[in-house]
């Protein structure tokens, strides 16, 4: 639908918080899900949260529950992540990522095609 345009990054000390912005070039709303996604180095990206009118807010990652919270404004276009209590093991790259697609059931296909160019997150202890 449009480019996305992660912000937010930056280095914190351990138990330190950040907020990372995604920025919608095109209409927010018109894609079924928006998720966050982080790739920290050497390993495989994985997707913490997701959110969508048809199946809601969803953690995917133990390891950030109730220290990460996704959330989005419509009005202006943008996704948002917050992150507190951080901890030196979510140093990563951090993405936003859209799914624009519709399953049978009336929910998202989950396959995410557009893609931020990420925001560097650094958590020392």
């Known amino acids: 639908q449009g480019q996305l345009q992660e912000s937010g990054g930056g280095s914190v000390q351990a138990g330190g918080s950040l907020l990372l912005s995604c920025l919608v070039s095109g209409d927010i709303v018109g894609y079924c899900g928006m998720a966050w996604y982080r790739q920290a180095p050497g390993k495989e990206r994985t997707m913490i949260p997701s959110?969508?009118?048809?199946?809601?807010?969803?953690n995917h990652l133990e390891s950030v529950k109730g220290r990460f919270t996704i959330s989005q404004d419509n009005s202006k276009n943008t996704l948002y992540l917050q992150m507190n209590s951080l901890e030196t093991e979510d140093t990563a790259v951090y993405y936003c990522?859209?799914?624009?697609?519709?399953?049978?059931?009336?929910?998202?296909?989950?396959?995410?095609?557009?893609w931020g160019q990420g925001t560097q997150v650094t958590v020392s202890s």
């Open positions: 990522a859209g799914d624009p697609g519709y399953n049978d059931y009336g929910g998202c296909d989950e396959e995410y095609t557009v």
């Open positions: 959110i969508s009118a048809a199946d809601g807010v969803e």
